[in-house]
Nanobody, 119 residues
Framework: QVQLVESGGGLVRPGGSLTLSCAAS????????ANWYRQAPGKERELVAT???????KYEDFVKGRFTISKDNIRNMVYLHMNSLEPEDTAVYYC?????????????WGQGTQVTVSS
């Protein structure tokens, strides 16, 4: 079983930066692809960034140029680097990982980490 633990959220002023981390644990796992989603109060969960199995990255328009998704295959970590944060970025951020373990590939979700952008 693969477990994901997110960290790095917190309170930041507008214009500030944060880096979210998503640690995947479990034996013999390989991260193939990853996504970051977010959910603001009263809103649907929305896709923020994608890292494909081929290494390509895709970003939703509202974060393009400000956020960067990356992964560390050795440490089984996925990151979301967030710059120029705006109050509208306030949300709970979730990582989703497509990982292989024991010849089985499945999607796994983290528990979420709160990001609050406020002065």
């Amino acid at each position: 079983q693969v477990q994901l633990v997110e960290s790095g959220g917190g309170l930041v002023r507008p214009g500030g930066s944060l880096t979210l981390s998503c640690a995947a644990s479990g034996s013999r796992i390989t991260i193939h692809a990853a996504n970051w989603y977010r959910q603001a109060p009263g809103k649907e969960r929305e896709l923020v960034a994608t890292l494909t199995s081929g290494g390509s990255t895709k970003y939703e328009d509202f974060v393009k140029g400000r956020f960067t998704i990356s992964k560390d295959n050795i440490r089984n970590m996925v990151y979301l680097h967030m710059n120029s944060l705006e109050p509208e970025d306030t949300a709970v951020y979730y990582c989703k990982v497509t990982a292989g373990q024991n010849y089985k590939i499945s999607d796994y979700w983290g528990q979420g980490t709160q990001v609050t952008v406020s002065s």
